[in-house]
């Protein structure tokens, strides 16, 4: 870890270098002092403005005058060394992002998660029957977080689970801040852009009743979807559907039993497990820095800071679950805290489309461990577990656990 800097008066962003669930402090004296304040950004080349505030962030990030679009393409004061591309979904014109979420939320409809709830609860249950039965100790990265969402997004979107070193390799790249080069990152999206055009031909000479075969037949108003959206989609969906709620199930387990009182309570008490999930996805960041680069498209005012109209903006969602001002002891787990307005799907118009999905395998999960293995225990001593390092998501590489 590194401690906060400054560039003159400015501080240099990140303020450190966390790969676990620590947060630097920098946040907190920011969220009470100097709620929007300015920031130096290790690429582009500029400053940005940091949001700390939960309130602050939630108005910001609906505000339409803070544009990712208009920053996409361009060499903007950002957090990761790719520039944010303009054909991508994040950095569309509203119009076009709105469209195409409208066209993807008919084929992923609260029905469709509903639906396949009995099934997610059978994939989390046999997986931890598996555990059980090879016996301690055991990793529950690899044997149970990452194969739920996996197994999950597969079956929805009718793609063979043999065939996912393929979209892990490319989310590996996708999801990497520094531990990759910009040319393997090129070479992994070239390669599964190739795969996902193989896999879409496919489909279409050969429909399908499947997240895919949905996409595929996905209008608006007589307004298809077309190929490279579909190729898009197709992929945001295969990587977003695994990657980030892999972490975060490794990552809720190791909140509970770093501290077991945690995981005994829900073992007593599996009816809290819905909130006990919502203050875990508050207090276990997720992301490793801020988001994508907003730039604002004219002067605007926020919580007393002047933004001028072409200034960069971005978001911490890490400080704003742990402002003491929207969640009272912000800093305590509480499994049992209601309301929980967290913001760690986001807010506003890219608001994650796939919460619903994430918060039923977490829950799942979290419900199949303590019904099966109430003595669950880590293995290992908090400070001998290893996190990834230059990823944008805060994972574990393993989590052992015995029983």
Not at 341 to 369: K, M, N, V, Y
């Amino acid at each position: 870890m590194k401690c906060p800097v400054t560039a003159g008066s400015l501080r240099l962003y990140p303020f450190s270098d966390r790969a676990d669930l620590t947060v630097d402090p920098t946040y907190g004296d920011l969220r009470s002092k100097e709620p929007v304040a300015r920031v130096r950004m290790p690429y582009g080349g500029g400053d940005a403005w940091l949001v700390t505030r939960h309130a602050d962030a939630k108005k910001a990030l609906s505000d339409p005058r803070l544009s990712i679009a208009a920053g996409a393409g361009r060499d903007v004061p950002r957090a990761s060394p790719r520039i944010q591309e303009a054909d991508g979904l994040m950095g569309m014109p509203p119009e076009a992002h709105a469209r195409l979420r409208r066209l993807v939320a008919t084929a992923f409809t609260p029905k469709r998660v509903r639906d396949i709830a009995p099934r997610v609860a059978e994939i989390a249950d046999r997986l931890v029957a598996d555990v059980i039965e090879t016996g301690p100790p055991a990793d529950l990265v690899r044997q149970i977080a990452l194969p739920v969402p996996v197994t999950i997004i597969c079956e929805m979107m009718g793609v063979a689970t043999e065939e996912q070193p393929i979209f892990r390799a490319f989310s590996d790249a996708l999801m990497s801040s520094t531990r990759y080069s910009d040319d393997e990152v090129e070479q992994a999206v070239q390669e599964f852009v190739a795969y996902l055009g193989g896999l879409l031909a496919h489909r279409r000479a050969n429909r399908t009743d499947d997240l895919i075969g949905a996409l595929i037949e996905a209008r608006d108003d007589g307004d298809r979807l077309s190929e490279e959206e579909l190729i898009m989609l197709t992929g945001g969906l295969l990587v977003g559907g695994h990657e980030t709620t892999a972490s975060q199930i490794a990552s809720h387990l190791f909140v509970l039993l770093r501290d077991r009182t945690r995981y005994e309570t829900l073992c007593a008490r599996p009816e809290l497990i819905p909130t006990a999930v919502e203050e875990l996805l508050r207090v276990a960041p997720m992301w490793a820095t801020v988001g994508p680069t907003r730039i604002a498209t004219e002067d605007m005012e926020l919580n007393g800071a002047t933004i001028r109209a072409g200034d960069a903006v971005i978001f911490s969602l890490t400080s704003a679950n742990l402002d003491d001002d929207a969640f009272p002891d912000a800093a305590d787990v509480v499994l049992d805290r209601e309301p929980n307005a967290h913001i760690a799907f986001g807010h506003g118009p890219h608001f994650c489309i796939g919460a619903s999905l994430a918060r039923l395998e977490i829950q799942a999960t979290i419900g199949a461990l303590v019904r099966r293995l109430p003595n669950l225990r880590l293995a290992v001593k908090e400070n001998e577990l290893e996190w990834h390092r230059g990823m944008m998501v805060r994972s574990l590489v393993a989590l052992p656990v015995r029983w």
